[in-house]
């Protein structure tokens, strides 16, 4: 009795919903109320405006309600999908910039020890190992400043622009492919090679000048220019500007060890890097992820492949590389009246004096009055180096991956 008063009282209250507004629950309200739900989608943000929602029957109440927490739940998702989106592009411009700086900046003493110690042919240390590098810093670290170990860092980044720049200039107006296709031949590939030999032989000058300032003693070096590079490079190919002495090689002497170093490395590295990227694309493909960790997995997927492709290849080029590329820093800095660091002490100098006549004569001397371990001296210096790079990544991955998986 008590159910059909309380019926028939809702029924005197309200007029029954329609066919139509059964079709659509959100149609059916009394005439002196409305409800008006408006979905805007602006630059990835969804809002859910509701104004007035005052409905009549709890049949619509339910089913209007019903639609707002299911526009509320697709919100939830585009948002999040935006966000993570700006967060995966962000993250990953910091995982790139920390490889960056760890390669560029932070390795740069390794970079400044390492060629002070392939260049000085008085040393009884070889520095094989990382614990005698890392004892040779702290001592030049001590007498010198910490300015000893970062110099010469701003001519670098200038011969890597010069470097950019030629390769760039050279590949616009020659046929000279700058990148290869994937459907290359073995004209492309000459091609390609031809501008990396070139691209080398117009930065040599300023490689000479960069290599210079980064193992001059920093006891009686002047204050540099930022340009000075520059200026010494283009003093070196028209014969003017600071005094050398007889010994000091021709460029056409530099120009095949030069280019030779360069493209070698280059071929090295590309291999590496591209199989590396194949074997670790297998890997991953066989790895599925869990749904709780598949979209981090896969934003992680989609950066470290490279940067550890990338890494591998520098380091098994540099490793493979490194006896040619004592020979060519001693021909490069001969005659130049440099005065480096003793690698042995930390607290004196030493002036450069060779007389190699070329590539094949220095090649020789080493071997002679040096052993085959002379071409690795200061190779301590490289594993200091991409051990701080390892380091560096895997910090960085940790801290992607913790921040991927609170946001999600």
């Known amino acids: 009795m008590l159910k059909r008063q309380e019926k028939s009282s809702l029924e005197e209250r309200e007029p029954a919903p329609s066919p139509v507004a059964l079709q659509h629950p959100l149609r059916c309200v009394a005439p002196r109320s ?127 622009g010069i470097t950019l720049g030629t390769e760039g200039i050279i590949s616009e107006f020659t046929p000279l492919p700058r990148e290869l296709s994937h459907k290359w031949n073995l004209k492309q590939i000459g091609g390609h090679l ?82 590396v990227l194949f074997v670790l694309k297998r890997d991953n493909s066989h790895n599925l992820p869990t749904e709780s960790s598949a979209s981090v997995q896969s934003m992680l997927d989609a950066y470290f492949p490279e940067l550890i492709a990338s890494f591998a290849a520098s380091l098994c080029a540099d490793v493979m590389l490194y006896p040619l590329e004592t020979v060519l820093h001693r021909l490069h800095i001969q005659g130049t009246r440099t005065i480096i660091d003793n690698t042995d002490l930390g607290y004196e100098v030493l002036p450069i004096n060779t007389q190699y006549e070329g590539m094949r004569d220095c090649i020789n001397t080493i071997k002679r009055e040096e052993g085959m371990l002379g071409f690795y001296k200061g190779f301590g210096a490289v594993i200091v180096q991409y051990t701080l790079h390892v380091a560096v990544l895997q910090l960085t991955k940790i801290i992607y991956s913790t921040l991927l998986q609170n946001v999600s």
């Open 194 to 275: 031809l501008l990396k030999g070139l691209t080398d032989v117009i930065a040599m000058p300023f490689y000479s000048a960069s290599l210079i300032e980064t193992v001059q003693s920093e006891i009686i070096r002047d204050n540099p220019g930022i340009l000075d590079c520059v200026k010494e490079g283009i003093g070196r190919v028209v014969g003017m500007g600071v005094p050398h002495s007889k010994r000091l090689l021709p460029l056409m002497v530099l120009t095949f060890p030069t280019a030779l170093h360069g493209v070698l490395h280059y071929i090295i590295s590309s291999i590496i890097q591209k199989l």
């Open 34 to 160: 409305y409800a008006r739900i408006r979905l805007r989608v602006r630059e990835g943000t969804l809002q859910l405006l509701v104004k007035h929602c005052v409905v009549s029957s709890p049949f619509i109440a339910h089913s209007a309600w019903h639609f707002l927490l299911l526009c509320d739940y697709h919100c939830c998702i585009i948002c999040f999908n935006f966000f993570s989106e700006q967060l995966n592009r962000f993250a990953g411009f910091g995982i790139g910039l920390a490889s960056l700086f760890t390669e560029n900046v932070l390795a740069h003493p390794c970079i400044v020890l390492r060629r002070q110690c392939q260049v000085n042919y008085h040393a009884r240390n070889y520095h094989l190992t990382p614990f005698t590098i890392v004892n040779i810093m702290y001592s030049i670290n001590k007498t010198q400043g910490p300015r000893a170990l970062w110099k010469g860092m701003g001519s670098t980044f200038i011969v890597q």
